[in-house]
């Protein structure tokens, strides 16, 4: 089945920094989407990608489609505590009827 | 606040018990899901319904019994579940099965 690998797994860094993470595949996809789930709660819907290249901003985040249908990454600017979560990144194929393959997720911890 | 609302939100259940998991959405989305979630890993899909039919099953055992009463309502029915069923168990709806997900908060279910 298609897989995601989402890099980096986890990722340590003080308020104020900027954070990039990515996600890649062997098999296309006709939609990304980038996920951010914190403690006790479920995946909150950040981002949704539907053209190949598109480079889509949300506030401090910003995610690209990339050209080849394969890959995407999210980016965080000058990252505050409460960006603290897990982000997922996940694929969706038009004909996979509701299937979205989801990466393992980085975990990101920011100290003030 | 999410749109997706999931009771309860914790459960313990013994071996022998039965019990429902509920979830409920009033956004006129036409596709309802259910995941299992274990702790730092990404959602894993049990069962698609697409216009109140159950279209996916990823062959889950049939401890798990999902039921769609409705278009705005979908329930998970447990039975004789095992200790390692322990899990957080998330419900999600979309537009439409190609659309981006909308996540409840879970229910937290321990199985003892």
């Known amino acids: 089945g298609q897989q995601l690998n989402q890099s980096p797994q986890s990722m340590f860094i003080q308020e104020g920094e900027d954070v990039s993470m990515n996600c890649t595949s062997s098999s296309i996809f006709n939609t990304w989407l980038w996920y951010k789930q914190e403690p006790g709660e479920g995946p909150v819907l950040l981002i949704a990608?539907?053209?190949?290249?598109e480079l889509t901003s949300n506030g401090r985040l910003t995610a690209q489609f990339g050209i080849t249908r394969k890959d995407s990454f999210l980016n965080i600017s000058a990252s505050i505590p409460s960006d603290v979560g897990i982000y997922f990144c996940?694929?969706?194929?038009?004909?996979?009827?509701?299937?979205?393959?989801f990466g393992d997720g980085t975990t990101l911890t920011v100290k003030p | 606040d999410t749109e997706v609302t999931q009771t309860p939100k914790h459960l313990v259940m013994g071996m022998t018990n039965k019990k429902s998991l509920k979830c409920e959405q009033h956004?006129?989305?036409?596709?309802m899901y259910w995941y299992k979630q274990k702790a730092k890993k990404p959602p894993e899909l049990m069962f698609v319904?697409?216009?109140?039919?159950?279209?996916i099953n990823e062959s889950v055992p049939s401890r798990f019994s999902p039921e769609c009463p409705n278009s705005s309502l979908l329930n998970l029915h447990l039975h004789a579940l095992q200790p390692e069923d322990s899990a957080l168990y998330l419900c999600a709806s979309s537009q439409d099965s190609d659309s981006p997900l909308h996540f409840g908060n879970g229910t937290r279910l321990t199985v003892t």
């Open positions: 319904y697409s216009y109140e039919k159950l279209s």
């Open positions: 996940a694929g969706l194929y038009n004909t996979n009827a509701g299937k979205s393959t």
């Open positions: 956004m006129g989305h036409r596709a």
């Open positions: 990608l539907y053209k190949a290249g």
